[in-house]
């Protein structure tokens, strides 16, 4: 079964940090970019960060440049996000998602794989 499953996510007080995991079974991660994205409460799904195969990323969002950072192990099949400096309006669902092209934009329709998401919250 091919398959994405992000863990992870919690409870966090603004300032602090989380370190986000998606692992692929199923098929090899190595050979597609992937992306995270994340939805908040009444807000649409937005693209976060992006990785290529090759190692290059793209950040699809301003506010999380300098404080987010995106990184993979083809050999153990995992993308990481690391994010720090966190704030309230970094509560969302954060999904992570694959594509087979280079890093392709904030667009959910490029990606063929999807997680199932995992809860941020940051909060006092």
């Known amino acids: 079964q091919l398959q994405l499953v992000e863990s992870g996510g919690g409870l966090v007080q603004p300032g602090g940090s989380l370190k986000l995991s998606c692992a692929a079974t199923?098929?090899?991660?190595?050979?597609?970019?992937i992306a995270w994205f994340r939805q908040a409460p009444g807000k649409e799904r937005e693209g976060v960060l992006c990785?290529?195969?090759?190692?290059?990323?793209?950040a699809y969002q301003d506010s999380v440049k300098g404080r987010f950072t995106i990184a993979r192990d083809n050999a153990k099949n995992m993308v990481y996000l690391q994010m720090n400096s966190l704030k309230p309006e970094d509560t969302a669902v954060y999904y992570c998602?694959?594509?087979?092209?280079?890093?392709?934009?904030?667009?959910?329709?490029?990606?063929?794989?999807w997680g199932q998401g995992t809860q941020v919250t940051i909060s006092a």
């Open positions: 199923g098929f090899t991660l190595g050979v597609y970019a």
């Open positions: 990785i290529n195969s090759g190692g290059g990323s793209t």
């Open positions: 998602a694959a594509s087979p092209l280079r890093c392709p934009g904030g667009s959910s329709a490029a990606y063929v794989y």
